[in-house]
Each structure stands twice: as C-alpha cells, then as structure tokens.
C-alpha cells in the first residue's frame, strides 16, 4: 500500500486464513493499548474509525476481517482502507502452512467457514485464492506456522508496540533441512563455511557458544562475508523504510539451523547494533537436536568442516 505520513496514528487491517491466529493477534494488540474489533462488517468500518471513537481519536485501531465478515470483499478492500482520512493504513496477512493448519482444525473439531460440509483443505484451498489479492499488497504477511501463541504475541510487541523512527529489523537462523524460513525478506545461505558438526566437542553446542563462534571464525570465508553483508544492510535498511516499509526479517540458513547459521545470525546483530540499528534476533531451529542424518556427510574422510550436501 502507498505510504501515509508516519505521525498519523495507525489503521491495520488484520486479514488473512482462516485459523492463522487472528484472534490471538487482536488480543495481543489489545492488551498493547489499541482499540480492536472483529469481523466488523465493511460498510461500518469508516463509522468506527471516526464515529464511535471521537475520545480516543489518536489511538491505533486494529480491525480483524476475513472471509467470515459481512460484506469481505479482497478486491474491494484496500480502495476502502484508502478512502479513510486521518489514519495510516496498514494490512497484516496471516498465512500459515495447509498442513498446520489441518491440524489446527482437527485439534479444535471446528469446521472451515468456506467448507462446512466438506474436508477442511478444500476451505483451505478456496480461502487463499479468495485472499491473494490482500496478500499480494500486505504490509506485512506473517507466517505463523512455526510460531506459538507466545513468540506471535512476543514479534507482534516488536512490530507493534510503539511508533519507531527505523524499521523493525529481525535477525533469524533456520536450519535448510528443516525447510526454508517463510518469513525472510533476505536469505544468505551460510553452508560454505565448515561445519562445526562434524566436530565432535563442538557438535553438542551452538552458534551462541563461544568455541563454536571462535571456529566458524577461523574460516577464511567467514569475515569477508560477514562485512560485506553488513555493508549490503547498512545501505538497504534504511531504503526499505523510505519506502514504506516498516519490517524486515534477515534469514541466515545452515543446514541444521544450530550452528552457522545462529553465529551468523548473532554476529549480524551485534555489528547491526554498533552501526545504529535495533535488530530483534530469532533463532527457528535451535533446540532442534543434533542429527547426522539431517546434517549429511562430511565432504571426504578427515574433512570435518565443508560438505557438498549438507551442513
């Protein structure tokens, strides 16, 4: 969406599947001080703005609608969220993977809004069609497949929690056999340096220890990529909020997601710090435990450290 003057206080539209944590979001925002309704029927949305909330003019509203909500209209939606003065608009799309969200419905025993009478993935399936038009142009899509109820709740007060003169920077790590992150906006894939795993004192510790920092260190692809990459973000950082845009996940991927990729992911933020910035740091795969299988084969006996197929 086109940008608005920042000082205006904020309008978000909370949209996305079915069963992705809408609530959960409208709940968070609430408790952080903003005024939230759900499934508020389209034709009473500029009536709330600006009717029913004259003492609370300056307060951010959050407004929750998906494909349950009367008159929910992907297509029409964004012209509509445009047309309210006063506000900065905002959409935030909930995605989640079809799988989780299967299970999510099985484990509630509710059925999907879009397919009352049949299995919940063909509600799935009809449901992100209908709202690709909003995921298209979000703001903000945000994967919580892999997230609980307390880390959406701790990144929604990262996001959202009080207005900020940068954009909100997470820093993560992910394990590539675990499956690529779904919520980076930049990936650097950390598997040609050597592999602390096949180190046997090293195996059972983290990027966040010191031994295995100090020998991902050592490799001589380590530094030079770790400047060049901070100098790549220090210059777009700061792009990326002039032009609008208020959140941005940095991904570092290893293969298992315990080792290079955390003390990229560490080390990037502290050098993000030191030039100014306030990055958060999420590491997806951490307590995910140490696996030959996962992590492949060293490249050639007695070389512990690269590999051509995993980690």
Known sequence: MASRPRHLPRLLLVTGMSGAGKSTVLDALEDMGWDCVDNLPTALLNSFVHGERESRA????????????????????????????????????????????????????????????????????????????????????????DLTPAELRDELRRRYGGEVDQPVVTISSFGFARGISRTADLVFDMRFIANPHWIDELRPLTGEDAPVQAYVGDDPGWAPAMEQIETLLSALIPRYWAAGKSYLTVAFGCTGGRHRSVAAAVEMA??????????????????????????????????????????
């Open 58 to 145: 300056g307060v951010p509203v959050a407004v929750g609608m998906d494909v349950r909500s009367r008159g929910f209209d992907p297509q029409a939606l964004p012209a509509l969220l445009r047309s309210i003065e006063g506000v900065r608009p905002e959409i935030l799309y909930l995605d989640c993977a079809g799988t989780e969200l299967i299970r999510r419905y099985d484990e509630t025993r509710r059925r999907h809004p879009l397919a009352p009478d049949r299995p919940a993935e063909d509600g799935i399936a009809r449901e992100r069609g209908a709202t690709a038009p909003l995921r298209q142009i979000a703001d903000t899509v945000l994967d919580t497949t």
């Open 270 to 311: 502290n050098r993000l710090r030191k030039a100014g910035f306030s990055p958060n740091v999420r590491h997806r795969d951490l307590a995910s435990p140490p696996s030959d299988t996962i992590e492949g084969e060293p490249a050639s006996p007695g070389d512990a450290g690269v590999d051509e197929a995993g980690e």
